[in-house]
């Protein structure tokens, strides 16, 4: 008998999250469930929120509310299932709440209120699972929580303390996601570099073969796929240095996402954060020295409470001579819960807004500069999408929905997911243009 229970899936939030609500579509799936994104014609909604920032929250209870709205049975989970009832006093009609990472309570909640009518055995989904990205890339997530203290973050009292998955696990799955059509993995977690920390890099087996449960072990076998393997979330612990000889040789992309967060060491010992801008300076120049072709991304924090015009020039000063390839900033936004709230003084609105636009201005035209080096380069670039004005693409240089494009005039057909050879001709402010090549 086949099912015909469909489930409205509604994902807000970072790339953890997706990775939770692909893992909890691919279980659905497995059991018979059709999956919709639409409201109206399906037998109830579940919404994956983020409870990260106010906006967030904000944005999460909306979306809760428009599917009751629309649909009226909603399944609440993700980070602000966690941040005690709130869901509960703004929607108290919801039919459950769960925290992040909560596969098995989202689909036990399911069962009870729109039971399975079949045998998940005679299902079938694709190798890779279910994904919510384009079939030629897909974010892997190595492991969850984090065991650091920020004081602007919740993330621990949300996903909780460091957990590695296996590193069976996660190569199983990385092979398996080549095997269905990825060319592109997006290596996540709350704390990447960290991975094995808290087992103490035990020794786990892929392919019949001991490998520890280490950064750079895991980075070398992900290597071996022969696919781009971009980095993001990495937290810039000494080992970092081990993988820029894997990315100069092309195992993995000349790609780092190291999220700094300021340069002032009063700013950064209050964010409860590493405090040592010089040495990061100098760690940049070693990196690339060893890979010069490196892209280096970077998210920092404007307005920070107690952060002095001395503070801020610091940080301006720290943009400059670092020179990052790309950059996402945020004005501090106090979040329920952080101990950064108690901290003295709060910045006034107003001076947060000049500072975070003078910071984007001198970005801007850190990266302008930079992309204007490319022109007349030739690169290879992962094709996204063909619309009726020529391709989209993205280089090595660039991570989906972050960072720049690269438009190109189509010559000869391609499909998504190919990877082509291109000539830089021109660039915006953020973006490449390009000619393909044959």
């Not at 991975?195 to 895991?218: A, N, Q, V």
């Not at 990196?287 to 970077?298: N, V």
Request: negative net charge; aromatic residues 8%.
């Amino acid at each position: 008998m086949q099912n015909t229970s469909k489930i409205g899936f509604i994902s807000l939030g970072c790339p953890k999250a997706t990775v939770d609500s692909e893992q909890i579509i691919t279980q659905l799936r497995a059991e018979g469930y059709e999956i919709s994104p639409n409201y109206n014609d399906a037998n109830l909604v579940v919404v994956n929120t983020c409870g990260f920032i106010d906006d967030a929250v904000e944005e999460s209870l909306d979306t809760i509310g428009e599917a009751l709205t629309e649909n009226g049975k909603v399944i609440v989970t993700g980070c602000l299932g966690a941040k005690g009832d709130t869901v509960k006093q703004t929607h108290p009609q919801v039919l459950a709440v769960t925290g992040p990472n909560s596969t098995k309570e989202v689909l036990d909640a399911v069962h009870q209120h729109l039971p399975p009518v079949h045998d998940p055995y005679t299902s079938r989904i694709p190798p890779g699972g279910i994904k919510l990205t384009p079939r030629h890339y897909a974010y892997l997530k190595i492991s969850e929580g984090c065991n650091h203290h920020c004081t602007f973050c919740i993330i621990p009292s949300l996903r909780g303390k460091l957990v590695s998955r296996p590193i069976g696990d996660v190569l199983q799955e990385a092979e398996n996601l080549k095997n269905a059509g990825v060319k592109e993995l997006l290596i996540v977690s709350q704390d990447t570099s960290a991975y094995g920390s808290d087992i103490k890099y035990r020794t786990g087996f892929w392919g019949g073969r001991p490998i520890k449960t280490r950064f750079y072990e895991l980075m070398q076998a992900l290597g071996e796929l022969g696919i781009w393997v971009r980095l993001h979330y990495v937290y810039p612990y000494p080992h970092v240095d081990e993988v820029l000889p894997l990315m100069a040789e092309r195992k993995i992309l000349p790609y780092l996402d190291i999220p700094f967060q300021h340069a002032s060491p009063n700013i950064l010992k209050n964010m409860k954060r590493p405090a040592h801008a010089e040495k990061v300076i100098e760690r940049i120049h070693q990196w690339r020295a060893i890979c010069p072709d490196i892209t280096l991304r970077s998210t920092f924090i404007v307005g920070f409470p107690g952060e002095t015009d001395k503070d801020f020039e610091i940080l301006l000063d720290f943009l400059e001579q670092a020179q990052f390839d790309r950059v996402g900033a945020f004005t501090y936004s106090a979040v329920e819960g952080a101990n950064a709230n108690n901290i003295k003084p709060q910045i006034p609105d107003e001076i947060k807004e000049q500072r975070m636009q003078q910071f984007m201005d001198q970005q801007a035209s850190i990266s302008h500069k930079k992309l204007q080096q490319k022109i007349g380069q030739k690169i290879t670039v992962i094709v996204d999408q063909i619309d009726d004005k020529g391709i989209i693409a993205r280089s090595m240089a660039d991570a989906p929905e972050i960072d720049g494009l690269v438009f190109i005039e189509q010559s000869q057909p391609v499909k998504p997911g190919q990877f082509i050879d291109v000539k830089i001709t021109a660039t915006s402010e953020h973006d490449l243009f390009a000619e393909q090549l044959s």
